[in-house]
């Protein structure tokens, strides 16, 4: 049953990303078009190339300003669907189903990391489509992709191992960080739920705008006085690179610690709901 909840989970974001996957899309060919009129026209020595710049100018921050839209889109809705299967009326349905609450959560998890990860890849193709369109018009593209290539070439031959492991704890970080801040809206929003009386949805988006501050305190305060001490130290003994690794395992393992936590709190809500219902 778990997994038809998970393709039902991922059917119910599709209707949001594919869409979102076409606008960025179209986004992406029209900034290339743009990219490709820019250089034109400055190049052109024409009356209206100052104005013919300007107009292409403003049609790439439309342009990214769209990509960035469609990318906060997805985290929006997967907090619509999250909010609307979860906190309202429908949460009596959801609940009604042959599945324990942490799987409902790990389902939900699950689908926002997918969905969010094609729309950001996604965002970062069309980038760079639109950057090899560039500089191909620009006629600069073959050197900037040798280049490119001396630069792999440098960090992959010549590098010390102590920057592939920071590199590769660089990743988790940032995957660490992406999953703790999902789970602390889940929380927040159900918390803002489980309180409200009336008006459910003010009090979810008050419980993450408050759970959001005492997490800024709290996370603010052990960096303050376990992290950044600890750091400091072997910095200025002269390994710069040790107090790196200790900072990034520092915060993989804070961040991990705080999803439990948060994964935890979560499911015994839903599960205290699941008997009141």
Not at 93 to 122: D, G, M, Q
Not at 181 to 206: D, E, H, R, T, Y
Request: one cysteine or more.
């Amino acid at each position: 049953m778990w997994k038809k909840l998970l393709k039902y989970d991922f059917r119910s974001l599709r209707r949001f990303g594919l869409p979102i996957l076409v606008i960025i899309a179209a986004a992406g060919l029209l900034g290339a078009g743009g990219i490709v009129g820019l250089i034109l026209s400055l190049r052109a020595n024409l009356q209206l190339a100052p104005l013919l710049t300007t107009v292409f100018m403003l049609l790439l921050s439309l342009v990214f300003m769209v990509i960035g839209l469609g990318m906060a889109g997805i985290g929006v809705a997967i907090l619509v669907d999250y909010y609307k299967t979860l906190a309202t009326d429908e949460a009596y349905l959801t609940f009604t189903l042959p599945v324990r609450p942490r799987e409902i959560l790990w389902s939900k998890l699950l689908n926002s990391c997918i969905w969010s990860t094609i729309v950001t890849l996604a965002s970062f193709f069309v980038g760079g489509i639109m950057l090899l369109v560039g500089l191909g018009a620009g006629g600069v593209l073959p050197e900037a992709l040798a280049g490119f290539r001396e630069i792999l070439v440098t960090l992959f031959h010549d590098a010390p191992l102590p920057v592939y492991s920071l590199g590769l704890l660089g990743v988790i970080l940032f995957v660490t960080y992406a999953v703790n801040n999902q789970l602390l809206v889940f929380m927040a929003i159900f918390l803002g739920s489980v309180l409200a009386k009336k008006n459910k949805l003010l009090w979810s988006i008050g419980s993450v705008i408050v759970v959001n501050m005492v997490y800024s305190t709290v996370t603010s305060l052990v960096q303050t006085l376990c992290i950044i001490p600890m750091i400091t130290a072997d910095a200025t003994g002269g390994n710069v690179l040790v107090a790196l690794h200790i900072t990034l395992i520092s915060y993989i393992l804070l961040l991990t610690a705080l999803s439990v936590l948060f994964f935890k709190l979560t499911e015994k809500m839903m599960e205290k709901r699941l008997n009141l219902a």
